[in-house]
T-cell receptor
């Protein structure tokens, strides 16, 4: 089955910096990827997704990059704000379900 | 507001007791899921229902049962709770067999003593 890993359990940044959160997946046939944000005490919230026919997709202050050659995706957050403090998960679509990584906690200090 | 509603939000059980976690969605989604979240373990799939009338095991189904009552509702039952089932449980739904973003509920924090 699919396995999904993240490189860093915690990332600390200063307010205004750009943040980059990474994720690696195992199945080269995977074709749909999602990033979620989970604030303390809440359920995960959809941030942005990307399909394997793209290598970059942009949203509001967020960009997802997909490198299928090395099976790696990243989430970039521009001008990180205190409200961005949360746990970020990548998820990879399988046949009927998503497989989630263990998450990276983003800590933003003023 | 449209979304996924879970009840209860908090529950404390004694070992051996049973309970049912309720989940309902009002987005007309076909697929529904139950995950548990433990520190350092991420989200692990317990059971899912790809469509009304079907259920399938996920990664960690032991000790749980599910019922897809109708298109809106998907319940998770613990027949004999164990301390290892202390966790935060999330229900989610999606429009098409998991290939689209899930919408999550706000979770049920369960403690088994």
């Amino acid at each position: 089955g699919e396995s999904v890993g993240l490189h860093l359990p915690t990332l600390s940044v200063q307010e205004g910096d750009n943040s980059i959160i990474n994720c690696a997946y195992s199945n080269s046939a995977s074709d749909y990827f999602i990033w979620y944000k989970q604030e303390s005490g809440k359920g995960p919230q959809f941030i942005i997704d990307i399909r394997s026919n793209m290598d970059k997709r942009q949203g509001q202050r967020v960009t997802v990059l997909l490198n299928k050659t090395v099976k790696h995706l990243s989430l970039q957050i521009a001008a990180t704000q205190p409200g961005d403090s949360a746990v970020y998960f990548c998820a990879v679509a399988g046949y009927s379900t998503l497989t989630f990584g263990k998450g990276t906690m983003l800590l933003v200090s003023p | 507001n449209a979304g996924v509603t879970q009840t209860p939000k908090f529950q404390v059980l004694k070992t051996g007791q049973s309970m049912t976690l309720q989940c309902a969605q009002d987005m007309n989604h076909n697929s529904m899921y139950w995950y548990r979240q433990d520190p350092g373990m991420g989200l692990r799939l317990i059971y899912y229902s790809a469509s009304e009338g079907t259920t399938d095991k996920g990664e960690v189904p032991n000790g749980y049962n599910v019922s897809r009552l109708n298109k809106r509702e998907f319940s998770l039952r613990l027949e004999s709770a164990a301390p290892s089932q202390t966790s935060v449980y999330f229900c989610a739904s999606s429009s098409m067999d998991g290939n689209y973003g899930y919408t999550f509920g706000s979770g049920t924090r369960l403690t088994v003593v």
